[in-house]
């Protein structure tokens, strides 16, 4: 089986940072892309960033600029640096992990559990 775990939500001013951290453990033989979405209550989750395993990075333009993904592929860990908050900021966020676990030949999407984050004005 494999889990993911995600952590670093919290409450911030706006202008304020927060970091995210999405750590995928269990049986895994690799993983592939990494992704952070968000959601707000009656509105459908949005792709907020993605890096590939080979570093290669996509934003949304509603963060670019302010938010940077990255990866720890030794820990098996994705991050996402949130600087410059704003309120519409305010979601909960999930990560998004395409791993292949030690028991399968197969690419499987997994979900972290989601951590809100709220940006005060």
């Known amino acids: 089986q494999v889990q993911l775990v995600a952590s670093g939500g919290g409450l911030v001013q706006a202008g304020g940072p927060l970091r995210l951290s999405c750590a995928a453990s269990g049986s895994i033989f690799s993983i592939r892309t990494m992704r952070w979405y968000r959601q707000v209550p009656g509105k459908q989750r949005e792709l907020v960033a993605q890096?590939?395993?080979?570093?290669?990075?996509n934003y949304a333009d509603s963060v670019k600029d302010r938010f940077t993904i990255s990866r720890d592929n030794a820990k098996n860990t994705g991050y996402l640096q949130m600087n410059s908050l704003k309120p519409e900021d305010t979601a909960i966020y999930y990560c998004?992990?395409?791993?292949?676990?030690?028991?399968?030949?197969?690419?499987?999407?997994?979900w972290g559990q989601g951590t809100q984050v709220t940006v005060s004005s």
């Open positions: 890096i590939t395993s080979g570093g290669s990075t």
């Open positions: 998004n992990v395409n791993v292949m676990p030690a028991y399968s030949t197969i690419w499987r999407n997994y």
